[in-house]
């Protein structure tokens, strides 16, 4: 694919369920930029993207802005905003710094719940780790196979029990603090910004689940996320995680 005149060409590196790299192809999209998307092999990611980005770059997305290895989800954000400042800018003027600052909240703490939960949901229904490529149940060999590659990520990822009781037992106060952003105009405006991208990706990943959407609906991450990222059914029924370890919703505000 040649590049437009003055429009380097993009080459993204992917994990297609991935949410950081679902939170670049929004950008992508927003911005009307066309990119060449490579998905690199599940299991031997790792050391494919390291061939690429380097040593210990090992996690998608990356991106090559002509030939150049730009990796990790902020970085590219950022690259692109640079390569077309004028069509929905993602850190707009008045609130750049504000929104950067927040984006580091995003790229870590929420991020990493989005796949902490998920991995956990799956653990106690892994006949439902196809739906995650989009596949339907899986017959008792996959579930075998999905049992096995669900204990490597609980191991890869550092969940236990009590770390997932925990993270549930914190999702009220995250999507909390997502309501916060919201009202301080950092995200939830008629453009995006690029922690709306970061939220909506992860808020569409958690709602995978279930027994998290109660809690999910009503706030606004929720409503937000689904202008960005629009949420079709979940992936894995509800009753997945332990009785009594999803906190109740309250009422919608
Ligand atoms: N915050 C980083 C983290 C990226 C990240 O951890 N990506 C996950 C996919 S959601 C990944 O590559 N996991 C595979 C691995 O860690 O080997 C970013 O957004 O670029």
């Not at 800018?89 to 991020?111: M, T």
């Not at 109660?214 to 509800?238: C, D, K, N, Y």
């Amino acid at each position: 694919m040649s590049a437009t005149a003055g429009t380097p060409k993009l080459v993204l590196h992917q994990l297609p369920p991935s949410h950081p790299c679902a939170t670049v192809r929004r950008a992508l999209t927003l911005k009307g930029l066309e990119v060449e998307r490579v998905d690199v092999t599940f299991g031997r990611h790792g050391e494919e993207m390291a061939a690429i980005y380097g040593e210990g770059r090992t996690t998608v997305p990356g991106m090559l802005v002509d030939d150049e290895p730009v990796h990790g989800t902020v970085a590219i954000l950022r690259r692109l905003d640079r390569i077309r400042p004028d069509v929905a800018p993602l850190y707009p003027a008045p609130i750049a710094d504000a929104v950067r600052d927040a984006e580091a909240w995003a790229d870590g703490e929420l991020q990493d719940l989005g796949r902490r939960l998920p991995w956990g949901a799956l653990h106690f229904r892994p006949e439902r780790f196809g739906a995650l490529l989009g596949r339907g149940t899986l017959d008792g060999a996959g579930t075998d196979v999905a049992i096995r590659a669900i204990r490597g990520g609980w191991r890869y990822h550092g969940i236990t029990a009590e770390r997932l009781q925990a993270d549930l037992a914190g999702l009220p106060a995250i999507l909390a603090q997502v309501d916060r952003y919201v009202d301080e105009g950092l995200m939830g405006g008629e453009a995006p910004t690029a922690l709306d991208l970061h939220v909506g990706a992860t808020i569409r990943v958690l709602a995978m689940a279930e027994d998290l959407r109660p809690l999910l609906r009503g706030t606004r991450a929720w409503e937000h996320a689904q202008r960005w990222f629009p949420i079709g059914e979940s992936s894995v029924p509800a009753g997945a995680y332990p009785e009594g370890w999803v906190p109740a919703a309250t009422a919608p505000q």
